[in-house]
T-cell receptor, first 113, second 114 residues
Framework: ETGVTQTPRHLVMGMTNKKSLKCEQH?????MYWYKQSAKKPLELMFV???????ENNSVPSRFSPECPNSSHLFLHLHTLQPEDSALYLC????????????FGSGTRLTVV | AQSVSQHNHHVILSEAASLELGCNYS??????LFWYVQYPGQHLQLLLK??????LVKGIKGFEAEFIKSKFSFNLRKPSVQWSDTAEYFC????????????FGAGTRLFVKA
């Protein structure tokens, strides 16, 4: 366990489905992040939340919708995804503004069929 | 815009060989620098970090990295690799005035032959 827990570990969904990814941390961090990890590409920052406020939305399509109900929980709601959205979705947390490094979760392997 | 470049996508070494993975970034301001490692089937974890002070930083498992400001580089080194170092290594840069944005390189896959 890393201190950042992501569920589910694997998800297969059809293009018309609605699903949600969950991330939870109890490290006392005040910032949480969603990253997308695709093969042979750099990690892509999707969303950043600090103190439950979204502070970064990196031009992510609206079929991805984040939610941060409190400083310990972060969700990524998925709706009408495309096959090219298949990837490993990573949640991370850190202190802000002093970023001493991220703690990552194990990720959710998403396959869109 | 900030970017991070890792020179090698794949590196293959024999055990006991020395390792150096290159990382260059583009950003003119003050930065925090990181190396992360992802062992097969495991999560990304922090290997080492540089914020200020001695430009030679030491991390876990015998790794070290040197920040050369004039070259915008933060190369990762290990004098003698082991089979267990087989992993993917990511360089990352966080601009101190860049708010929350940490930019990652594309990663270098290291395979160490036993």
């Amino acid at each position: 366990e890393t201190g950042v827990t992501q569920t589910p570990r694997h998800l297969v969904m059809g293009m018309t489905n609605k699903k949600s990814l969950k991330c939870e941390q109890h490290l006392g961090h005040n910032a949480m992040y969603w990253y997308k990890q695709s093969a042979k590409k750099p990690l892509e920052l999707m969303f950043v939340y600090s103190l439950e406020e979204r502070v970064e939305n990196n031009s992510v399509p609206s079929r991805f919708s984040p939610e941060c109900p409190n400083s310990s929980h972060l969700f990524l709601h998925l709706h009408t995804l495309q096959p090219e959205d298949s990837a490993l979705y990573l949640c991370a947390s850190s202190h802000y503004p002093a970023n001493y490094g991220y703690t990552f979760g194990s990720g959710t392997r998403l396959t869109v069929v | 815009a900030q970017s991070v470049s890792q020179h090698n996508h794949h590196v293959i070494l024999s055990e006991a060989a020395s390792l150096e993975l290159g990382c260059n970034y583009s950003y003119g301001g003050t930065v925090n620098l990181f190396w992360y490692v992802q062992y097969p089937g495991q999560h990304l974890q922090l290997l080492l970090k540089y914020f200020s002070g001695d430009p030679l930083v030491k991390g876990i498992k015998g790794f070290e990295a040197e920040f050369i400001k004039s070259k915008f580089s933060f190369n990762l080194r290990k004098p003698s690799v082991q089979w267990s170092d087989t992993a993917e290594y990511f360089c990352a840069v966080n601009a101190r005035t860049g708010g929350f944005k940490t930019i990652f390189g594309a990663g270098t896959r290291l395979f160490v032959k036993a």
